[in-house]
């Protein structure tokens, strides 16, 4: 079983201003049922060396991709780091459960990603915040904005940490991960059959 993970954003969480957009961004992004990435900065698509379209990203190899970063400007490890990011966030399958990743230790929700990836450079998504990469997501309403020290096996808590934007992760039969994950779902699948209010009793 795969899981993914995408940050809310590049601005820096060790600042009151980049923390607070951060949290702008996933508030936007589980409003709208999507989860977005950018590396837009010397890109390939805005120096006229690929088209921006979605079918150019489903279609090309990583190799193509750091190629063409690097014709923009950019030097061959970034190239590579951003290639590789994109092209995980195109392969994550539907389905994939995913987190949204604050930083100062918060996730901000858990979701299931629903759609196939798409590039959008016309979006609200790209003009308020310039992200075009895009996945549809179906966030879930609870749990939100809790911390990953709290609850969450090690592995999950040093996974969700990690700096690059987007992640992924194997879960290993007999972990603690796997323990902890298949908890959840009993839980959960517990409480599928509580009314409406009760539900609004035990969550909110």
Known sequence: MQLAKVNSGHWKDSHEEGFKRRYEFANYLTDNDMAAISFIDDDPFNAGILEP???????????????????????????QNYAEQILRFRDVPVGT????????????SLGKVTGEYEMNWDSDCMDEFGYPHHREVKWAETPRRFNRKHFLPEDLQNWLAMRQSVRTYEVEPGTD?????????GVGESMSGLSEIELQTALY
């Open 177 to 185: 991960v796997q323990k902890f994950l298949q908890l959840a779902y």
């Open 97 to 108: 459960p995913i987190w949204l990743y604050v930083g100062r230790n918060m996730v901000y």
């Open 53 to 79: 379209e979605t079918e150019v990203i489903e279609n090309i190899t990583k190799d193509e991709l750091s190629e063409a970063y690097v014709e923009a400007g950019k030097n061959e490890g970034t190239a």
